[in-house]
């Protein structure tokens, strides 16, 4: 049977007619990334291709710590009011324009005024940019945030042309113009992402592919399959069920690191009237299903045990863990007297949504047999991630399947999804208390008082359920014998820095 991507055969054929290209590196993404703007981008993919595509002022090594990238040097001011970068000097945008402090500024001016920018929350606690020189940055801040700097580590901080930005508008995704190693060609929606090598890159010799084609392929079986085939070179989130498989063939690769985000279901609690429904109406309700579900099944069943089982934002082991509150063993009793707490008469119903891809699909259905036991019947809604996401915003959803890669900072683990008016806020929870925690946790430096002030939220924040916390995954990653030089990251994005064959 032959089950590798349809689309590829028609891609393949038409390289051959196009101009030959020395090496093409070809990866295979879980879903379609949104927006390829970084001002308005969300999804973890939309991360894979601006590694290649956008840089960032500072990025983060194999062990999470940040590093230098466009900015070479940085350091605080006295008073923790103004933090102070020095930019790498001879480095173009791909249309030709100059990056430098003013540039930079206006990306970051962009970033915190643009209606439909994500990066607002994140730079919230900035007052004003103001290039101090022509390769020095100085970013003036209303009050002290000591996760500003992890924040810039991330989609807050990727450069772009400005002048090409501020002509595209809201449009900029359609052709993104970045300073990475690779320039956008085009973008078909469903079918691939095409990049290609910048000769004027800072660093161009330590890229080897004069293209890079991202295909989004949901179906981790057929992903894997085009490895396989030859089709494709990288294959990103493989599957925990194929991983015995990858470990016997001589074929193909396989690479793993533990991630430092977290999955669960995101409760619609304030966001239209959907939210007037059971589930997110009622807490009582939410933490009924919280406790049919038993994360350890659901993780045997469906990851080959090769999660991590979770409650939290934090994982089990890390620092930021609260260890007062480990995972939960599954306690139907426990569900269906809640429900009758609530007042609930017969039976709860409920849709979710979940990814289209098979294995989402699969965790659906094991997550809505457990909750049937307790009374909670659910539909279950298969939707494309980029959709999923874009109904989670306007509100047409009742509970929704999804996660997060994670951040070096635990402030961007938790804040943007739960605090007032936050950009990834799709529930719209509000719970001033949780907002007052969250914002001084933002200005306190000494981890173990940070750390005593996430706990307080997580009380909180457990017993209203705006997100139930599920596991926490492995990233696996696929791909053919001869690649050389790569190495995984818990934040899963692919770096090809060094990377050849």
Not at 268 to 282: A, H, K, L, T
Request: aromatic fraction near 8%.
């Amino acid at each position: 049977m032959n089950i590798r991507h349809p689309l590829l055969a028609a891609l393949l054929a038409s390289a051959l007619a196009a101009p030959a290209f020395a090496a093409d590196m070809r990866i295979g993404l879980n879903e379609d990334p949104d927006s390829l703007d970084p001002a308005q981008s969300r999804t973890f993919v939309s991360s894979l291709v601006y590694e290649s595509l956008c840089n960032r002022l500072v990025n983060t090594n194999s062990d999470m710590e940040i590093i230098p990238e466009l900015a070479t040097e940085w350091a605080w001011s006295d008073d923790g009011m103004a933090l102070v970068f020095t930019l790498r000097e001879g480095v173009t945008h791909h249309d030709g324009t100059v990056f430098n402090a003013e540039s930079a500024k206006r990306v970051l001016d962009r970033n915190l005024t643009l209606q439909e920018s994500r990066r607002k929350s994140e730079l919230a606690s900035v007052a004003s940019v103001e290039a101090t020189g022509d390769h020095e940055l100085t970013i003036h801040l209303k009050n002290p945030d000591v996760t500003l700097l992890a924040q810039l580590a991330h989609h807050a901080g990727r450069m772009y042309s400005p002048d090409a930005a501020e002509a595209a508008g809201a449009g900029f995704g359609s052709k993104p113009i970045c300073t990475g190693p690779f320039k956008f060609v085009e973008r078909v929606e469903g079918n691939r992402i095409v990049l290609e090598k910048f000769a004027e890159y800072w660093e161009a010799d330590e890229y080897h592919y004069d293209r890079v084609i991202y295909m989004p392929i949901p179906d981790g079986t057929v992903r894997l399959a085009n490895v396989r085939a030859g089709d494709l070179d990288i294959s990103e989130r493989t599957q925990p069920s194929d991983v015995p498989q990858i470990r016997n063939d001589t074929r193909l690769q396989l690479f793993e690191v533990a991630n430092i985000g977290y999955q669960g279901i995101t409760v619609n609690v304030g966001n239209g009237s959907r939210s007037e429904g059971p589930m997110g109406s009622n807490k009582l309700i939410r933490q009924a299903l919280s406790h049919a579900i038993d994360r350890e099944a659901l993780n045997q069943v469906v990851f080959e045990g090769l999660y991590v089982p979770g409650n939290q934002w934090a994982a089990p082991g890390s620092f930021w863990y609260d260890e007062s509150d480990p995972v939960p063993p599954r306690d139907v009793e426990k569900a269906r007297a809640l429900l009758a707490e609530a007042g609930v008469e017969g039976r709860v119903s409920v849709e979710m949504q979940t990814g289209n891809a098979p294995q989402a699909q699969q965790q659906g259905a094991v997550i809505q047999a457990m909750a049937a036991d307790a009374g909670i019947d659910i539909t279950l809604r298969p939707t494309e991630f980029a959709t999923l996401l874009a109904e989670n915003v306007a509100g047409n959803f009742d509970i929704s399947q999804q996660g997060w890669s994670g951040r070096i900072d635990p402030d961007a683990n938790v804040h943007p999804f739960v605090f007032t008016g936050a950009a990834n806020n799709d529930q719209h929870y509000s719970n001033p208390e949780v907002d007052r925690i969250l914002s001084e946790a933002r200005t306190v430096a000494d981890p173990a008082a940070r750390k005593a002030l996430y706990d307080e939220s997580r009380a909180i924040l457990k017993d209203e359920l705006p997100i139930i916390y599920l596991y926490h995954i492995k990233y696996f990653y696929t791909m053919r014998q001869g690649i050389e030089g790569f190495a995984p990251y818990p934040d899963g994005i692919i770096r090809l820095r060094g990377v050849s064959g």
